[in-house]
Nanobody
Framework: QVQLAESGGGLVQPGGSLRLSCAAS????????IAWFRQAPGKEREGISC????????HYRDSVKGRFTISRDNAKNTVYLQMNSLNTEDTAVYYC????????????????????????WGQGTQVTVSS
């Protein structure tokens, strides 16, 4: 399984923006999609966005739709998450994940998924939205 590493988290004021990066250690040419998850204190990890590495199709959880944008740079083996209009409810540790087997992005962003379904996880990056 490819190794993933997130970066770009930090402290931002409400209404601010951050861009997270998810860099893969090797080629992602054999992978189908990469998803972003987040986990707030005391809450379950939830999938918030997902992008197909083949055709670039994107999916978003309703809570971030219109504020977050996922994109990919296949040449750099990197997926980005641009987060705008951040609010305190976005405070969480953000993770990217993938698996060598296909997984349905639409399910990732609409339902709870077992983290064991993903063979590769990054270490997470903390995003704190606070004034």
């Amino acid at each position: 399984q490819v190794q993933l590493a997130e970066s770009g988290g930090g402290l931002v004021q409400p209404g601010g923006s951050l861009r997270l990066s998810c860099a893969a250690s090797g080629s992602t040419s054999d992978y189908y999609a990469i998803a972003w998850f987040r986990q707030a204190p005391g809450k379950e990890r939830e999938g918030i966005s997902c992008i197909s590495l083949t055709d670039g199709t994107t999916h978003y959880r309703d809570s971030v739709k219109g504020r977050f944008t996922i994109s990919r740079d296949n040449a750099k083996n990197t997926v980005y998450l641009q987060m705008n209009s951040l609010n305190t409810e976005d405070t969480a540790v953000y993770y990217c994940a993938t698996d060598s087997s296909p997984f349905p992005c639409i399910v990732v962003v609409s339902q709870h998924v077992d983290r064991r379904a993903f063979g590769s996880w990054g270490q997470g990056t903390q995003v704190t939205v606070s004034s």
